[in-house]
């Protein structure tokens, strides 16, 4: 499959690392085709890894990972236009973190709104899928790295594309009997406001090799 990753981050980084290992053509966009974070992925990814735009990624892509900062996401996704991202796939790992007065971070929108219904309000004929952004990127496409069950969240307003999403994460080793569909994109709400709690599990533990499990 073609993938397009937004952002040249440790997420975009570590996600399009995955990709690229599982067999998959990853493009990894910036705000500048010749970025030198993305290129040097590149040259340590091999064939199926290329560089280039915002616009250049989510063109190639047949689904979207935005990996970038909940500070910047709208802005680069203006970037790529809604042209490029119009009946796609877009995945959201982004969260509306705010650093301004330090560690640990508060969120910069919550309760009555989230990042995933800003994108998906600015961008509506993307099908937005707020998934993976209640773990370490090191886990999202890796569940392997934690041991046992642990949980996983797709939130949507599209039914067919969260279950193409819910496929794609098998596809990368997640258990169907883990990932919830919590219902459309309002309930991004409720997972970008795990944030804080999981940053003081992080400091708890020392480490971010850890992840939530739903235990019925």
């Known amino acids: 499959m073609k993938i397009g990753i937004l952002g040249t981050g440790a997420v975009g980084k570590t996600i399009g690392t995955r990709l690229?290992?599982?067999?998959?053509?990853?493009?990894?966009?910036?705000?500048?085709?010749?970025n030198e974070k993305a290129m040097e992925w590149v040259k340590t990814s091999g064939k199926n890894a290329s560089t280039g735009t915002f616009a250049d990624a989510a063109?190639?892509?047949?689904?979207?990972?935005?990996?970038?900062?909940?500070?910047?996401a709208l802005d680069a996704l203006r970037l790529v236009g809604k042209e490029n991202l119009k009946n796609k796939i877009l995945i959201d790992v982004s969260n509306?973190?705010?650093?301004?007065?330090?560690?640990p971070p508060s969120l910069t929108v919550c309760n009555t709104d989230s990042m995933g219904e800003m994108i998906q309000r600015e961008f509506p004929e993307t099908k937005v899928v707020k998934?993976?952004?209640?773990?370490?990127?090191?886990?999202?496409?890796?569940p392997a790295k934690v041991a046992g069950d642990h949980s996983v969240f797709v939130s949507g307003n599209d039914k067919d594309a969260k279950e193409q999403v819910k496929k794609f994460l098998e596809s990368c080793g997640w258990k169907g009997s883990n990932i919830?569909?919590?219902?459309?994109?309002?309930?991004?709400?409720?997972?970008?406001?795990?944030?804080p709690f999981w940053v003081r599990m992080y400091g708890a533990f020392g480490h971010a090799n850890f992840n939530f499990n739903i235990v019925k």
Do not use: W
């Not at 690229?20 to 010749?34: F, I």
């Not at 190639?60 to 900062?69: L, P």
């Not at 919590?182 to 795990?194: A, H, M, P």
């Open 96 to 103: 509306p973190l705010d650093f301004s007065k330090g560690f």
């Open 180 to 195: 919830y569909d919590l219902g459309d994109i309002t309930s991004s709400r409720g997972v970008e406001q795990l944030l």
């Open 59 to 72: 063109s190639f892509g047949e689904i979207v990972f935005n990996c970038t900062k909940g500070e910047v």
């Open 20 to 34: 690229v290992a599982l067999g998959h053509e990853v493009k990894m966009g910036s705000r500048t085709a010749a």
């Open 131 to 142: 998934s993976l952004n209640t773990m370490n990127c090191a886990i999202m496409l890796d």
